[in-house]
Nanobody, 125 residues
């Protein structure tokens, strides 16, 4: 059974940085693409970034391009989201998940599963 666990969230001032980690258990991460999502109170869950198996491709939402970087270390079964130049509007619970399409970042939120429990990111102004 695949399980994902996020960590690294916290409280940071605007302009600051955080690095989130998403660690997979139940299998090796090599085969899987992994995506990062976020959900702010009263809003729908939205995709932030995704990385394919082997890191052949990465996707970013327009609102994080140039500020966030996704990477992976399959030796540690972990995908990272480096978040720089954080803004108050980045405040949300951040989740990672695996797309049903094995190895590739494809599909909307509903095409992802094995969701982690989330980690809270709060950016103060």
């Amino acid at each position: 059974q695949l399980q994902l666990m996020e960590s690294g969230g916290g409280l940071v001032q605007a302009g600051g940085s955080l690095r989130l980690s998403c660690t997979l258990s139940g299998s090796t991460s090599d085969y899987y693409a992994i995506g990062w999502f976020r959900q702010a109170p009263g809003k729908e869950r939205e995709e932030v970034s995704c990385i394919s198996s082997g890191a052949d491709s990465t996707n970013y939402a327009d609102f994080v391009k140039g500020r966030f970087t996704i990477s992976r270390d399959d030796a540690k079964n972990t995908v990272y989201l480096q978040m720089n130049s954080l803004k108050p509007e980045d405040t949300a619970v951040y989740y990672c998940a695996i797309p049903f399409a094995i190895g590739v970042c494809r599909g909307p939120v509903t095409e992802f599963g094995s969701w982690g429990q989330g980690t809270q990111v709060t950016v103060s102004s």
